[in-house]
């Protein structure tokens, strides 16, 4: 039966339809739970004991799906465990139970604490909710249209936003991913510094390094752009930037100079 289930039926496993798989294999539910718990003690990739770890996969924490002219923000939560106090040891600390002074004392230590774990859990969970409405409220025109309409965007700004320290907010964004209708991004990826851009606008640093990245690439091999000409080309759209910086860019991007980039004969 687990073989009929990876073969055809790995959606509702997927979407833990599993009622629905046992009126589509037409098997008792007991039998199905047997069989899914064994699928999903499988390897996926047996294959990997005998090459590298390859890339990383990156499980988004915080999903904006599309509803209209607006967009929902969903946290994943599928993996997180539920956490609980157990009963008894709240049981413990009453004085009729038979427990020791010392005993009760420390129990009292040790649930205040897990109960400040659980609050800090809840908290740091509202603190991302927060800071992705207020990414969402300043990238709207991001979301709606892609990478180009990134707009510049600040810690400290959307910090004072959401009401708490920049740090928290920089805490709480580390290593946390968002899925967007233009991929997966790293939540920092939209905390973008400004650069001087056309009519005395804004452009985040993070699309005049895609120019940059653009310009070389479409470059001819034999003939490739010095940083001086890339920086005139910049100027010319208006974006206030200085060679020393296109060098500083082209760096951050790994990308060879002009002498090493020259395709020869």
């Known amino acids: 039966m687990a073989w009929q289930i990876v073969s055809g039926y790995m959606r509702l496993v997927e979407t833990r339809q599993l009622k629905e798989l046992a009126r589509a294999l037409g098997r008792p539910q007991e039998h199905i739970d047997i069989a899914v718990g064994m699928i999903r003690r499988l390897n996926p990739r047996p294959g990997i004991r005998y090459s590298g770890a390859g890339a990383r996969t990156v499980e988004p924490d915080v999903y904006y799906i599309r509803d209209g002219e607006d967009f929902i923000i969903q946290m994943n939560d599928d993996d997180l465990p539920q956490l609980r106090l157990n009963a008894q040891y709240r ?20 649930y205040s604490s897990a109960i400040q774990l659980m609050k800090n859990i809840e908290q740091r969970k509202q603190t991302i909710l927060k800071v992705c409405e207020a990414i969402k409220r300043r990238q709207m025109e991001f979301l709606m249209m892609g990478l180009d309409y990134l707009k510049p965007m600040m810690i400290k700004d959307v910090a004072e936003e959401v009401g708490v320290h920049p740090s928290t907010v920089s805490r709480a964004v580390a290593s946390k991913y968002a899925h967007t209708p233009h991929g997966v991004y790293e939540l920092r990826y939209f905390f973008s510094e400004a650069v001087q851009g056309p009519s005395g606008g804004e452009t985040p640093l993070l699309l005049l390094k895609r120019k940059v990245k653009k310009m070389i690439e479409e470059e001819d091999a034999k003939h490739p752009l010095t940083d001086e000409q ?13 060679r020393r910086t296109v060098a500083k860019y082209r760096e951050d991007l790994k990308i060879p100079s002009t002498h090493q980039r020259r395709v020869r004969n």
């Open 91 to 110: 049981k413990m600390l009453d004085r009729d139970n038979g427990a020791t002074k010392e005993v009760r004392d420390y129990v009292r230590e040790r």
């Open 230 to 242: 890339i920086t005139a080309r910049l100027q010319a759209e208006g974006i206030d930037v200085t």
